[in-house]
Antibody, heavy 122, light 109 residues
Framework: QMQLQESGPGLVKPSGTLSLTCAVSGDSISSSKWWSWVRQPPGKGLEWIGEIYHSGSTNYNPSLKSRVTMAVDKSKNQFSLKLSSVTAADTAVYYC???????????????WGQGTLVTVSS | EIVLTQSPGTLSLSPGERATLSCRASQSVSSTYFAWYQQKPGQAPRLLIYGASRRATGIPDRFSGSGSGTDFTLTISRLEPEDFAVYYCQQYGSSPPLTFGGGTKVEIK
């Protein structure tokens, strides 16, 4: 059973860079899956940030694209998120998750980390 | 960008009642890449339905999904106490690749 675990600072200063890592266990980061980040501001809905494939190919949410960088570390079986120039509006629970196509071609966004709260404040 | 609009925002029902949640897309979405999630406070979302109508592993058969094109529905046939939560629809495939609806809260009446 795959498990995802987010880690990183819980407090980031305004104008700084938010950095998170998602450790993958139970599967290889090089498997045929897209590795995603999703965030949820307190009391609000879900916002997809972007995804990365083990090859390094990425897709980002256009609303965040100019500030987002994702990377894969195959040696550590993990992937990461960097979000620059943060403001209070970036305060949220950040989830890592994975999406894949099953043998019938259906897309499943099935496995999620438990989430980590990142607060942007001075 | 495909926008998913969920309605109603809040649904107030009693245990045992039927819940019908709607998700409308701003343009046609592939059913193959359409899903529903349940989220309880303090927890990550849980996949309920994928492919618009296929139940994920371990999901009770009181949950069912239907629809195609721009209109999709999640039905909970008889609400159990553990079903009171927030539900999100999601599509994958069009720019941006993945979007979520704004959510429907199912609360106890």
């Amino acid at each position: 059973q795959m498990q995802l675990q987010e880690s990183g600072p819980g407090l980031v200063k305004p104008s700084g860079t938010l950095s998170l890592t998602c450790a993958v266990s139970g599967d290889s980061i090089s498997s045929s899956k897209w590795w995603s980040w999703v965030r949820q501001p307190p009391g609000k809905g879900l916002e997809w940030i972007g995804e990365i494939y083990h090859s390094g190919s990425t897709n980002y949410n256009p609303s965040l694209k100019s500030r987002v960088t994702m990377a894969v570390d195959k040696s550590k079986n993990q992937f990461s998120l960097k979000l620059s120039s943060v403001t209070a509006a970036d305060t949220a629970v950040y989830y890592c998750a994975t999406g894949y196509f099953d043998s019938s071609g259906y897309y499943l966004f099935h496995y999620w980390g438990q989430g980590t709260l990142v607060t942007v404040s001075s | 960008e495909i926008v998913l609009t969920q309605s109603p925002g809040t649904l107030s029902l009693s245990p045992g009642e039927r819940a019908t949640l709607s998700c409308r897309a701003s343009q046609s979405v592939s059913s193959t890449y359409f899903a529903w999630y349940q989220q309880k406070p303090g927890q990550a979302p849980r996949l309920l339905i994928y492919g618009a109508s296929r139940r994920a592993t371990g999901i009770p058969d009181r949950f069912s999904g239907s629809g195609s094109g721009t209109d999709f529905t999640l039905t909970i046939s008889r609400l159990e106490p553990e079903d009171f939560a927030v539900y999100y629809c999601q599509q994958y495939g069009s720019s941006p690749p993945l979007t979520f609806g704004g959510g429907t809260k199912v609360e106890i009446k």
